[in-house]
């Protein structure tokens, strides 16, 4: 079994900055991708970023391009979210998610509020 467990979630005024950590523990020796998603009520999930272990090779979505960075470390199996510039519209649970092999994982979420 995994758990993920994010952390490092709260309110921040606009302009601000956050960085949410994310730690996968159990089975994790086939870690290929983490990343975090978002949820904000009314609107769809969102993949926010994610990375690639092998390359450390980065996606982002474009609302969160230039303001925001993941980063990781492989061997610890955990992965963390900078978030510069915030914005009210970003306002959202965010969820850490793992894919390992053909089966993903998910962490309960953290709540981020942006204050204008």
């Known amino acids: 079994q995994v758990q993920l467990v994010e952390s490092g979630g709260g309110l921040v005024q606009a302009g601000g900055s956050l960085r949410l950590s994310c730690a996968a523990s159990?089975?994790?020796?086939?870690?290929?991708?983490m990343g975090w998603f978002r949820q904000a009520p009314v609107k769809e999930r969102e993949c926010v970023a994610r990375?690639?272990?092998?390359?450390?090779?980065?996606v982002y979505a474009d609302s969160v391009k230039g303001r925001f960075t993941i980063s990781g470390d492989s061997a610890k199996n955990t992965v963390y979210l900078q978030m510069n510039s915030r914005k009210p519209e970003d306002t959202a649970v965010y969820y850490c998610y793992s894919v390992m092999s053909v089966n993903n994982y998910w962490g309960k979420g953290t709540q981020v509020t942006v204050s204008s």
């Open positions: 990375i690639r272990w092998s390359g450390s090779s980065t």
């Open positions: 159990g089975r994790t020796s086939s870690t290929s991708t």
